[in-house]
C-alpha cells in the first residue's frame, strides 16, 4: 500500500500521516438509508484483475482513514488524503458550526478551498472515494475536491464508501454525481457507527461485489 499527498506543483510524492478523522457525527436527524443507493445504470463491466486503484480519502477521527487503509492494504494501491486548507477545531462544537457553514457556501457555489490537488488520473481505473457524512452530506472538503477535479475525473469509474452515524449515503451519492456528473459510479460502500467493527469482512465482500483484486507487481 503506498500513500502518497499531492501538492499543486507536484505530481506524485510520499505523502505525511493520515488526516485527522471524520466524526461519526454529525449526521443530523436523517434516518438510516440503504447502504448501496441506485447506481446500478452506471456500473461498468467489471476490471480487468491488472487494473490500477487509487484510494481518495478526508477523515477527520480516523474513521474513513482505517477503511480507506483496509482497501489500499487490500488492493496494494496508492492512497491520498484529502486535506483542507485549513485544519479544522479540535472543539467537536465549533467544528459542527464549520461544516454546516461550508454547506451552506458549497449550495451558494462557494466551495471552501482544499490543499490536495492531482494532476491526472489517467493511470488509474478505478478511483476509489472515501469520506465521512456529515449531516447527510459527503464531507466539504471531498466535494471541494470533487469540483475542482471534475473534468479530470470525467470517463473514470468511482467506487464511494463513506463512515456516519446512522445516516444514509443516498444524499451524499447525489453529492458526488452533481460534482463530477462526467464519471461512472460502482456500487458503494457505507458503514455506520453499528457496522464499523465489521469494516475487514463488508470492504472484502464490497471489492468482490465490485469486482476488483489486488495489483499485480508492476
Known amino acids: 500500500m503506498r500513500k502518497l499527498l499531492f501538492f499543486p506543483f507536484l505530481l506524485l510524492a510520499l505523502t505525511a500521516t493520515a488526516c485527522s478523522g471524520d466524526p461519526i457525527e454529525p449526521e443530523g436527524s436523517?434516518?438510516?438509508q440503504p447502504e448501496t443507493p441506485g447506481n446500478d445504470n452506471d456500473e461498468d463491466e467489471t476490471p480487468d484483475n491488472d487494473?490500477?486503484?487509487?484510494?481518495?480519502?478526508?477523515s477527520r477521527t480516523s474513521n474513513t482513514e482505517g477503511v480507506a487503509q483496509r482497501i489500499g492494504t487490500?488492493?496494494?494501491c496508492d492512497l491520498i488524503e484529502v486535506e483542507p486548507e485549513?485544519?479544522?477545531d479540535t472543539d467537536y462544537n465549533a467544528m459542527l458550526e464549520r461544516s454546516q457553514q461550508e454547506q451552506a457556501a458549497i449550495e451558494a457555489g462557494?466551495?471552501?478551498?482544499?490543499?490536495?490537488s492531482v494532476e491526472s488520473?489517467?493511470?488509474?481505473?478505478i478511483i476509489f472515494i472515501?469520506?465521512?457524512i456529515w449531516y447527510s452530506h459527503m464531507a466539504t472538503p471531498m466535494q471541494t475536491f470533487l469540483h475542482e477535479h471534475a473534468a479530470k475525473l470525467a470517463g473514470k469509474r468511482i467506487a464511494l464508501f463513506a463512515t456516519s452515524g446512522s445516516?444514509?449515503?443516498s444524499t451524499s451519492v447525489s453529492d458526488a454525481r452533481k460534482h463530477c456528473p462526467d464519471a461512472t459510479y460502482t456500487e458503494s460502500l457505507l458503514l455506520t457507527s453499528g457496522t464499523l467493527s465489521q469494516a475487514e469482512s463488508r470492504v472484502a465482500e464490497w471489492l468482490s461485489e465490485i469486482g476488483v483484486t489486488r495489483e499485480q507487481s508492476r
Open 30 to 32: 436523517a434516518t438510516e
Open 51 to 58: 487494473g490500477r486503484y487509487l484510494v481518495l480519502y478526508c
Open 74 to 76: 487490500a488492493l496494494g
Open 86 to 88: 485549513t485544519p479544522y
Open 110 to 116: 462557494n466551495f471552501p478551498p482544499v490543499k490536495t
Open 121 to 125: 488520473f489517467e493511470e488509474y481505473d
Open 130 to 132: 472515501g469520506y465521512p
Open 167 to 169: 445516516s444514509g449515503i
